[in-house]
């Protein structure tokens, strides 16, 4: 088993007067494996970004707190909220906007960037729902290739699962795919993973290993990103 130790202070900060932001990848200058964007993001209320370009790119949103509005050429359009993991196929080209849709509060997020396993694919949209239950003592799954358990596609061997994990519990994450690595980062609480404290905003990303056991000290929420690690690391 081998591992990366990402602490919350290590992340790249960066705040102007609508957003502020930490990231633990920068995509095209950073990575872990597949995982090249990893950005916790504080919206002010009513900002956001207005219609703009990607390409060649799976990008997802976990809200934390609040509600994004999201519009696309796909034609997709809506409010993203909180038990929502949403997913966005760029393909060939898509032009989409995300704000803050409250007018009054912030916007917590986690934007989340893997690169594809085939590249020009068709623009793809999605949002996988679930109740806060459906995570509670366990790993869901939101994403993955071949949209197993219910889970929505994502282009590539990835898969991304959530969890709120009460204190004194513990789970065990065991890979979906031989040879892949997962980034676990902690969003609340304080869980232990291979002898290691991870407080909010920590996270570890760990390789060559088939499970991981995730205990938890307080009521932990938890993101799961398993990635092929071809590309190696860098961070």
Same mark, same amino acid.
């Given at each position: 088993?081998?591992? @990366? ?15 502020? *932001? ?20 504080? $919206?002010? =209320?009513?900002?956001?970004?207005? &219609?703009?370009?990607?390409?060649? &790119?799976?990008?997802?949103?976990? $809200?934390?707190?609040?509600?994004? =509005? ?13 038990? *929502? $993991?949403?997913? &966005?196929?760029?393909?060939?080209? @898509? ?18 960037w893997v690169y594809p396993k085939k590249q020009n694919v068709l623009p793809r949209h999605a949002k996988f729902d679930y109740q806060p239950e459906d995570k509670l003592n366990k790993v869901l799954l939101a994403l993955s290739p071949d949209e197993r358990g219910q889970s929505n596609l994502i282009n590539q061997d990835a898969f991304f699962s959530v969890s709120k ?34 407080? =909010?905003?920590? =996270? ?18 938890? @993101?799961? $990103? ?10």
């Amino acid at each position: 088993m081998k591992y @990366i130790l990402k602490r919350s202070s290590d992340r790249m900060h960066k705040k102007d007067a609508w957003k502020e *932001s930490w990231y633990a990848f920068v995509p095209y200058q950073s990575h872990f494996g597949e995982l090249c964007g990893f950005a916790d993001d504080i $919206v002010n =209320a009513g900002k956001g970004f207005g &219609m703009h370009p990607h390409q060649n &790119m799976e990008i997802s949103t976990i $809200v934390l707190s609040g509600a994004q =509005a999201h519009k696309d050429d796909t034609g997709s359009e809506g409010v993203l909220t909180q038990n *929502s $993991v949403q997913t &966005m196929s760029a393909g060939t080209g @898509i032009m989409h906007s995300e704000f803050n849709a409250s007018a009054s509060e912030e916007f917590h997020s986690y934007q989340i960037w893997v690169y594809p396993k085939k590249q020009n694919v068709l623009p793809r949209h999605a949002k996988f729902d679930y109740q806060p239950e459906d995570k509670l003592n366990k790993v869901l799954l939101a994403l993955s290739p071949d949209e197993r358990g219910q889970s929505n596609l994502i282009n590539q061997d990835a898969f991304f699962s959530v969890s709120k994990l009460q204190a004194g519990e513990s789970i065990v994450y065991k890979m979906n795919i031989s040879g892949n690595g997962v980034y676990v980062h902690c969003g609340s609480g304080t869980v232990e993973i291979i002898d290691k404290h991870l407080l =909010a905003g920590d =996270a570890l990303g760990i390789y060559e290993t088939d499970q991981i056991t995730i205990l938890a000290h307080e009521d932990a929420d938890l @993101i799961f $990103v398993e990635v092929p690690m071809q590309k190696g690391i860098t961070i």
